[in-house]
Antibody, heavy 118, light 111 residues
Framework: EVQLVESGGGLVQSGGSLRLSCAAS????????MSWVRQAPGKGLEWISV???????YYADSVKGRFTISRDYSKNTLYLQMNSLRAEDTAIYYC????????????WGQGTLVTVSS | QSVLTQPPSVSGAPGQRVTISCTGSSSNTGAGYDVHWYQQLPGTAPKLLIY???NRPSGVPDRFSGSKSGTSASLAIIGLQAEDEADYYC???????????FGTGTKVTVL
């Protein structure tokens, strides 16, 4: 059974940093495309980053240069390093699995809340 | 930033048919990229509902159906049920952004 479990969220001051983790089970992270999607309170879904099976990474303009996506093969875990956090980064952050070669988010974690205080 | 446009809300009585539209542009849906749909029940993570324009994952009831034509796509719920009350999002890939894009989201209310 595929499972994604995010952790690392919390309260951080504006300008601070946070690292989110997404522990995967039931499949190999590095064999798939893995993404982060966020949802601000009361708002819609926003895609923010993807790491492809070959290692290429892409980011939404809203986080480019501040966030870094990475993965650890030995821990089968996805990460999101978030620097220079702003109030508008406050959101629930979800990790999601995109089957290799496809473009949809097949499995989602339960999400972790990041609150940036100004 | 939402690039795909959806109506903010739709409603219907139990048993009725409702449809949700999703309109993109020449760099996403109009470029031939597939549209996918997600259901988000209150307080929960999104769940894949339709992939590849019209395909249902295992376990999704057949009252949900999807279609796509040109730059637009639609999600239909035929035989609306109380448990279908949720937010629905369409999603595609955008070549100009080199990334994924979501719709603005539609709240479905069962009257």
């Amino acid at each position: 059974e595929v499972q994604l479990v995010e952790s690392g969220g919390g309260l951080v001051q504006s300008g601070g940093s946070l690292r989110l983790s997404c522990a995967a089970s039931g499949f190999t992270v590095s064999d798939n495309y893995m993404s982060w999607v966020r949802q601000a309170p009361g708002k819609g879904l926003e895609w923010i980053s993807v790491i492809y099976s070959g290692g290429s990474t892409y980011y939404a303009d809203s986080v480019k240069g501040r966030f870094t996506i990475s993965r650890d093969y030995s821990k089968n875990t996805l990460y999101l390093q978030m620097n220079s956090l702003r109030a508008e980064d406050t959101a629930i952050y979800y990790c999601a699995r995109v089957p290799r070669g496809f473009e949809y988010f097949q499995h989602w974690g339960q999400g972790t809340l990041v609150t940036v205080s100004s | 930033q939402s690039v795909l446009t959806q109506p903010p809300s739709v409603s219907g009585a139990p048993g009725q048919r409702v449809t949700i539209s999703c309109t993109g542009s020449s760099s996403n849906t109009g470029a031939g990229y597939d549209v996918h749909w997600y259901q988000q029940l209150p307080g929960t993570a999104p769940k894949l509902l339709i992939y590849g324009n019209a395909n249902r994952p295992s376990g999704v009831p057949d009252r949900f159906s999807g279609s796509k034509s040109g730059t637009s796509a639609s999600l239909a719920i035929i035989g609306l049920q109380a448990e279908d009350e949720a937010d629905y999002y369409c999603q595609s890939y955008d070549s100009s952004l080199s990334g994924y894009v979501f719709g603005t989201g539609t709240k479905v209310t069962v009257l």
